[in-house]
T-cell receptor
Framework: AQSVTQPDIHITVSEGASLELRCNYS??????LFWYVQSPGQGLQLLLK??????LVQGIKGFEAEFKRSQSSFNLRKPSVHWSDAAEYFC???????????FGKGTRLHILP | DVKVTQSSRYLVKRTGEKVFLECVQD?????MFWYRQDPGLGLRLIYF???????EKGDIPEGYSVSREKKERFSLILESASTNQTSMYLC?????????????FGPGTRLTVL
């Protein structure tokens, strides 16, 4: 069965600094990979997704993620964070045969002014 | 824009009450989902519906049931609420494409059971 791990529960970065959030998955075949963001008091919003093709995926709000099969990873990056990026970020993985996805436990991002 | 709405943002109920959480989507999605979100546990799937009157148990269905009488509406029912069901409940919907795809989420209902 597939699973997804986000090793960092909390991450703090300064405004303007670069960001990388880690995500590792476990699945035998090529997974379907997602990053979602949840702002305080809100539902989840899709940032980006990877199904196939170019392993570097661009998303909304200036985020990107890179699929690395050899490392079973799908890390999320942003070159320069803004205070409004403070939120909880969820990585998710799906298998091929149904419509369900499994979510990681989330990484809460804090931004220092 | 896809819109998923949930009937309440905040709900307070007493132990033993029957609780209904309603979710409506306006994009004609076949799939609808109910998740429970708890700190440190992420999102856990309670139930999944892939068509009207069709449902499938998720990872934590105990103590919950669901109803989908119309395509746009998916209800989560707590037959007899207990304090350990205090949580944030998130509804989502997606197209049925026989593979994982983008799920669109409602704003959530924060349920407190006293």
């Amino acid at each position: 069965a597939q699973s997804v791990t986000q090793p960092d529960i909390h991450i703090t970065v300064s405004e303007g600094a670069s960001l990388e959030l880690r995500c590792n998955y476990s699945y035998g075949a090529t997974p379907y990979l997602f990053w979602y963001v949840q702002s305080p008091g809100q539902g989840l919003q899709l940032l980006l997704k990877y199904f196939s093709g170019d392993t570097l995926v661009q998303g909304i709000k200036g985020f990107e993620a890179e699929f690395k099969r050899s490392q079973s990873s799908f890390n999320l990056r942003k070159p320069s964070v803004h205070w409004s990026d403070a939120a909880e970020y969820f990585c998710a993985v799906g298998a091929g045969r149904d419509d369900k996805i499994i979510f990681g436990k989330g990484t809460r991002l804090h931004i220092l002014p | 824009d896809v819109k998923v709405t949930q009937s309440s943002r905040y709900l307070v109920k007493r132990t033993g009450e029957k609780v209904f959480l309603e979710c409506v989507q306006d994009m004609d999605h076949e799939n609808m989902f109910w998740y429970r979100q708890d700190p440190g546990l992420g999102l856990r799937l309670i139930y999944f519906s892939y068509d009207v009157k069709m449902k499938e148990k998720g990872d934590i269905p105990e103590g919950y049931s669901v109803s989908r009488e119309k395509k746009e509406r998916f209800s989560l029912i707590l037959e007899s609420a207990s304090t350990n069901q205090t949580s944030m409940y998130l509804c989502a919907s997606s197209w049925a494409v026989l593979r994982p795809d983008t799920q669109y989420f409602g704003p959530g209902t924060r349920l407190t059971v006293l």
